[in-house]
């Protein structure tokens, strides 16, 4: 294609934008800053929330019939890099395949794709069979993901293992004086992210377990805090009252800092002893690789894949989640060497690799 005929964007990106925070969005903001110096024009349409930045970002939530209509007809994008856990929406990117030639990247990042991949025959089931097994490549951000993936149908050469993390463009950022502040007030300093997530009567990210072991800790630890970084996809933190009332309930609330307001967590870590990761399950954890290129010791429940040198605790045991954080504080200095030594992969390029084969292809 002559350069004067190139269309204005070469890919669309189906995700979301901040605010809020998450894990997505974050991966999301970093790649575009990446993709800038390569000379691929890409934008995003972000279903989630109100967040855009338009032209590059531009919400499309509560009106996204009206745009996909639009978008089939109209889009110049060539490739379209989905990330979605709906079915229907993967279903979507496939039949643009079928009607106008797109290539498709599928980014399977939620756990849910186990749940539908597993739950029998269903509408849901065959959209993801069908998005899956047509897509150009398949992005799954851990090997436990990618696994379900291969006995699906699609052909390995396909399915990548690419973790969400890039770095920081500009890793100087700090965070507001009231992170300062309570961290120098407070040793040692924990802190942890994530949402209230309730599902299946469990706490998916593990708050419930975050607050018993910082009950037991600051037996031995009078000066301990934890600075608690939540967001919420939907706007408010739903369930922030009742979370604050139980910390007030166990007398912790001198211990405690949250944030729900929009930010980015990453700075909080600078000042940061140990990231705690007590989720119950999760695809990734994009902030554990961010604890890890900041030397940051980390430890984390065994629910998924991590990476090394993260210290391990059986999924939902609050006894061994105590045990694991009393053993990394006892010999803290041993830990925060061998953490500060450790490497944490760039991800960039990986995605870029992929978007530039689809380009050319």
């Known amino acids: 294609m002559r350069e004067g005929s190139r269309p204005q964007w070469d890919v669309a990106i189906w995700g979301t934008w901040p605010p809020p925070y998450g894990g997505m969005a974050t991966h999301i903001v970093r790649l575009l800053e990446r993709l800038e110096p390569e000379d691929i024009r890409a934008r995003v349409f972000n279903r989630a929330s ?7 970002a531009v919400s499309v939530r509560g009106r996204e019939v009206r745009w996909f209509l ?4 109209c889009a110049p994008e060539r490739v379209l890099y989905v990330f979605t856990g709906r079915p229907l929406v993967r279903l979507l990117a496939w039949l ?5 030639g797109k290539r498709y990247i599928l980014r399977v990042g939620e756990e849910s794709l186990l749940k539908t991949l597993a739950g029998g025959w269903s509408l849901g089931r065959w959209a993801t069979l069908v998005a899956l097994r047509g897509a150009d490549c398949v ?6 993901l990618a696994e379900p993936i291969l006995r699906a149908g699609v052909p390995p050469e396909r399915v990548h293992v690419i973790p969400g993390f890039i770095p920081p463009g500009d890793p100087s950022a700090e965070p507001p004086a009231e992170v300062t502040d ?9 802190s942890a992210n994530g949402q209230i997530w309730i599902e ?22 009078p000066g301990i805090g934890l600075m608690l970084s939540l967001y919420d996809r939907r706007g408010a933190v739903s369930g922030l009252e009742q979370l604050k009332a139980r910390i007030d309930e166990m007398g912790l609330a001198s211990h405690v ?3 729900d307001e929009p930010h980015e967590f990453w700075p909080m870590l600078k000042h940061t002893d140990i990231f705690l990761r007590p989720t119950r399950t999760e695809g990734d954890s994009g902030s554990i690789r961010e604890a890890i290129y900041l030397g940051v010791p980390v430890v984390a429940s065994d629910a998924v894949p991590r990476p090394k040198p993260v210290v391990l605790f059986r999924s939902g045991d609050g006894i061994a989640f105590v045990e694991a954080v009393r053993s990394v504080l006892g010999e803290f200095d041993r830990y925060k060497t061998e953490f500060a030594e450790a490497t944490v992969e760039d991800n960039a390029q990986a995605v870029i690799r992929l978007l530039k084969h689809c380009l050319c292809r």
């Open 70 to 73: 639009r978008f089939a007809c």
């Open 50 to 56: 109100g967040g855009q930045d338009p032209p590059r």
């Open 200 to 221: 299946a009567g469990r706490d998916s990210y593990g708050l419930d377990l975050l607050l018993e072991a910082l009950d037991a800790l600051r037996r031995e630890h």
């Open 182 to 190: 309570f961290a120098r007030r407070h040793c040692p300093v924990l």
């Open 257 to 259: 800092l949250i944030r």
């Open 139 to 144: 992005v799954a951000v851990s090997p436990h």
């Open 96 to 100: 643009l395949r079928r009607l106008r």
